[in-house]
């Protein structure tokens, strides 16, 4: 299961840092994402991408989680060499992460 | 209780004009509002004024003006604009004579001045976010311009300004300036003020909340994006928003598009820093009541910092590019060996770049080696960019991907370049106190 069944996800970006948010499409699954969707999760996903800090908000509200990530832009979006300055697809990527087919089990560690 | 009509027209400077028509016509609105500038642009307008006293304004102003305008006439719709980039005086000039060629006689138009800081700055030792003074940049600097809040646009609108037009001001408080002049908010009632940033915040984008940015086949459909409705806002006296669009306009406003704008560019959404409040996200709540209609409630506010943020523009460094394709079986070799080759090159022939990239497009240009594994391409785009202090220097790096026509891999096809000069933008914060504005007005 990827993260992209359960969630949808949008990207901004304010100089060098990136948010991507992490919103349940149902929100009964909501803590199954505060669950597994962790900031040292998302930390090695974009390993090489992000330099800096990965900083987690979680918005029960809405069902959602935002991660907040800094020196991931490559200087920021208006020095950046990345084909992709804005960082617009780092949400795509998000939502291409495994997750454990048995999530709803909560057997997972 | 009253409601007024805000429609959102631009979500940035080249956005599509027809939603915005759409919107005028047919929108019932009361007001239009179109947020067209980016980071950068202010600065980059800044160097069309010194080369051209009048210039330095949105270059789509008076397309948008000409097709906007009569609807907005006939059907009593304000509008509020950031196009005035660098010089709304210019633009509001520029915006009366339209109106005068429409016909459009005693329509009012108001500039709001004073987010050009440059003159004070220049010489400050203020901090900036890149680990310098603002004086260290010497005369790199380009632009320097303060985030207005929404006080002195709905001054305007109070003064009967028919069209608002402002440099640089926080995005939302295009909105929010609309919102006080209605609704006659005190600028001390922080959740109010906070409700108003909401309304700003998920209009602003315009196509962002209707669908656009959104779609994402067989998971997330959204219907004639080709002919995207912009939104409208339904806005209460007490800050109560319902997000809608045009019936009959394509796209779609649901719990999920306003959710993913709702976080669209916000860090700790408990505390979203603008000039006239800090507001509060962190408790909102958006419940669908209908087709292409959405509650949002639960936004609030805290005291405003008295600190405004400032967008510095300075010429940065050069940026040299160039890019080649290969195809076909071992593409991928011979794209990974075409970018030895050009580093080697730029190395022997002493091009210094303080940063230099390379990608291959079609493999792992996006999110690089670790996420993209695995992946074989039939084809690939090399793509060799590094920045350098001169712009002869950034010229050398293109050039050397375009040698790889003869002396390079077999096969390269499709080779082009550039080089150009990187005009950044790094911020810092004053108090609000420095900042004087001002407004002027035209009548056609």
């Excluded at chain 2, 001001?169 to 609309?178: N, V």
């Excluded at chain 2, 669009?245 to 860090?267: F, N, P």
């Excluded at chain 2, 959404?269 to 509060?280: G, H, I, S």
Aim: charged share 25%.
């Amino acid at each position: 299961m990827k993260l992209r069944d359960i969630a949808h996800s949008r990207t901004g970006d304010k100089g060098n840092t990136s948010n991507v948010s992490v919103i349940a499409y149902d929100p009964s699954d909501y803590e199954l994402l505060c669950a597994y969707v962790t900031t040292d999760r998302v930390k090695q996903l974009f390993d090489g991408i992000v330099n800096g800090e990965v900083t987690r908000y979680e918005l029960p509200g809405i069902g959602a989680l935002n991660f907040v990530m800094t020196e991931a832009l490559g200087g920021g979006v208006t020095r950046s060499l990345a084909i992709d300055a804005h960082g617009k697809s780092l949400s795509s990527a998000l939502l291409n992460m495994d997750l454990p087919d048995d999530l709803r089990s909560g057997s997972y560690e | 209780m009253r409601t007024i009509r805000i429609g959102a027209g631009a979500g940035y400077s080249g956005d599509r004009i027809e939603p915005a028509v759409e919107l005028a016509e047919k929108g019932k609105l009361d007001y239009l509002v179109f947020e067209c500038l980016a980071e950068r642009t202010i600065a980059l307008a800044q160097a069309a004024r010194l080369k051209d006293p009048s210039a330095g304004f949105d270059p789509l102003l008076e397309a948008r003006m000409k097709a906007v305008l009569p609807a907005c006439r006939a059907n009593g719709v304000r509008i509020v604009t950031n196009m005035g980039a660098a010089n709304p005086v210019s633009a509001a000039r520029a915006t009366t004579a339209i109106a005068r060629q429409l016909g459009l006689r005693g329509l009012k138009i108001a500039a709001v001045t004073g987010d050009d800081v440059l003159g004070d700055l220049k010489n400050s030792d203020r901090h900036l976010d890149i680990g310098c003074t603002v004086e260290g940049l010497g005369n790199r600097i380009a632009s320097a311009n303060a985030y207005l809040g929404g006080a002195s646009i709905a001054q305007a609108l109070r003064d009967g300004a028919d069209v608002v037009i402002t440099g640089r001001a926080a995005d939302p408080s295009l909105f929010l300036g609309p919102l006080i002049h209605e609704f006659d908010w005190a600028m001390d009632d922080w959740p109010l003020l906070g409700r108003g940033i909401l309304v700003g915040h998920l209009l602003e984008c315009a196509g962002q909340v209707t669908g656009g940015y959104f779609a994402d086949p067989g998971y997330k459909d959204v219907k004639d994006l080709a002919r995207l409705g912009f939104p409208i806002g339904e806005v209460r006296e007490d800050g109560d928003l319902i997000v809608t669009k045009v019936a009959g306009s394509g796209g779609r406003v649901t719990a999920a598009t306003v959710k993913e704008q709702l976080l669209y560019e916000i860090h700790d959404p408990a505390r979203y820093f603008q000039p006239d409040v800090v507001a509060d996200f962190s408790r909102v709540q958006v419940e669908e009541i209908g087709e292409d209609r959405v509650h949002v409630i639960g936004a609030s506010g805290t005291p405003k910092t008295g600190e405004l943020k400032v967008s510095v523009g300075y010429i940065d460094s050069y940026v040299g590019e160039g890019q080649i394709s290969y195809a076909g079986p071992g593409a991928h070799e011979r794209g990974r060996l075409a970018i030895e080759i050009v580093r080697e090159r730029l190395a022997l022939s002493g091009v210094e770049t303080s940063e230099l990239r390379s990608d291959l497009i079609g493999s792992n240009a996006l999110h690089g080696e670790n996420l993209s594994l695995g992946c074989q391409p039939y084809e690939v785009r090399v793509r060799v960019i590094g920045r350098t202090e001169t712009l002869a220097e950034a010229r050398r790096i293109g050039e050397e991907v375009e040698t790889l026509y003869t002396n390079g891999p077999a096969g390269g096809g499709g080779a082009w370049k550039s080089a150009r000069e990187v005009v950044a933008v790094a911020s810092t914060l004053i108090p609000e106190a420095d900042v004087r504005t001002a407004v002027q007005y035209f009548e056609a």
